[in-house]
Nanobody
Framework: VQLQASGGGPVQAGGSLRLSCVAS????????MGWFRQAPGKERDLAAA????????LYADSVKGRFTISRDNAKNMVYLQMNSLKPEDTAVYYC?????????????????WGQGTQFTVSS
């Protein structure tokens, strides 16, 4: 499975941005999909994750109420709508996919990673 993310770029605090990720290859094997992020000098952490059906989602506490993850299985796409952006949201965002739907937040269950897309939120 190959993942290609897009949608990064400069944005001002309070603004919105939508990240997109398209999967190709053995897409039938994909269950969970998620967005992880890595800020400068910090470890990579989960931002949001979604089960294959979309019925289950998981968000980092820091993004709850501001970010929304969604997917379109017919198009092999996953999206991250980000509103009310803050400077602390500045990071490289990675699209990830894996099999199954348990433990959505555990990065060990994501075997496929995109190249990352970066954006900076200016104050």
């Amino acid at each position: 499975v190959q993942l290609q993310a897009s949608g990064g770029g400069p944005v001002q605090a309070g603004g919105s941005l939508r990240l997109s990720c398209v999967a190709s290859g053995r897409t039938l094997s994909i269950g969970r999909m998620g967005w992880f992020r890595q800020a400068p000098g910090k470890e990579r952490d989960l931002a949001a994750a979604i089960s294959r059906s979309g019925a289950s989602t998981l968000y980092a506490d820091s993004v709850k109420g501001r970010f929304t993850i969604s997917r379109d299985n017919a198009k092999n796409m996953v999206y991250l709508q980000m509103n009310s952006l803050k400077p602390e949201d500045t990071a490289v965002y990675y699209c990830a996919a894996g099999g199954g739907d348990s433990a959505l937040g555990d990065s060990r269950f994501y075997g496929n990673w995109g190249q990352g897309t970066q954006f900076t939120v200016s104050s």
